[in-house]
């Protein structure tokens, strides 16, 4: 539900919103109590950008609708490998990083990546730039701003 649009109100806008997700709210609390389903709340911070196979979390790995893992080369709807992430964090450390800050969630899943890869993610990101410069179809950074190469 989006209710940024400029006809309303701020305050209109804000009321109409938080009725919306409270009426989710209470449709999730019904299907839990009527049909015995298990609801867990994680926070999404950097969901659609980590990789549900290695768990590099990078903005390099996110492109629109469209997820390719610069580590693992894992490629996955974006929406997919969230839902995966998601689906991950229900056994992660304090109730799915629930009320953790985004940079405390960055950094834990920047620890995870570098004690499990014995590399720091920047390393990582680092080594793919070196891969893809000057492959075919890929940006390279000059002094002279960026260039694309293209193979005839």
């Given amino acids: 539900m989006d209710f940024r649009g400029r ?26 109590e009527n049909h015995g389903i298990e609801v867990h709340s994680v926070n999404p911070a950097y969901t659609s950008q980590q990789c549900s196979g290695c768990g590099l979390s990078t903005s390099e790995n996110r492109q629109g609708s469209s997820f390719r ?12 490998n969230a839902a995966r992430n998601i689906i991950g964090r229900r056994s992660a450390p304090s109730d799915g990083f629930r009320y953790w800050s985004k940079e405390s969630i960055l950094d834990y ?28 179809g890929t940006a390279q950074s000059t002094p002279g701003g960026t260039r694309m190469s293209v193979s005839k």
């Fill in 7 to 32: 006809g309303l109100s701020r305050r209109t806008r804000v009321i109409v919103s938080r009725a919306g997700r409270s009426a989710f709210k209470q449709k999730l609390a019904d299907l839990t």
């Fill in 69 to 80: 893992c610069v580590h693992c080369g894992k490629t996955l709807h974006a929406d997919v």
């Fill in 109 to 136: 899943l920047n620890q995870e990546v570098t004690s499990y890869w014995g590399q720091t993610p920047d390393l990582i990101i680092k080594r793919f730039h070196a891969r893809t410069a000057g492959l075919p």
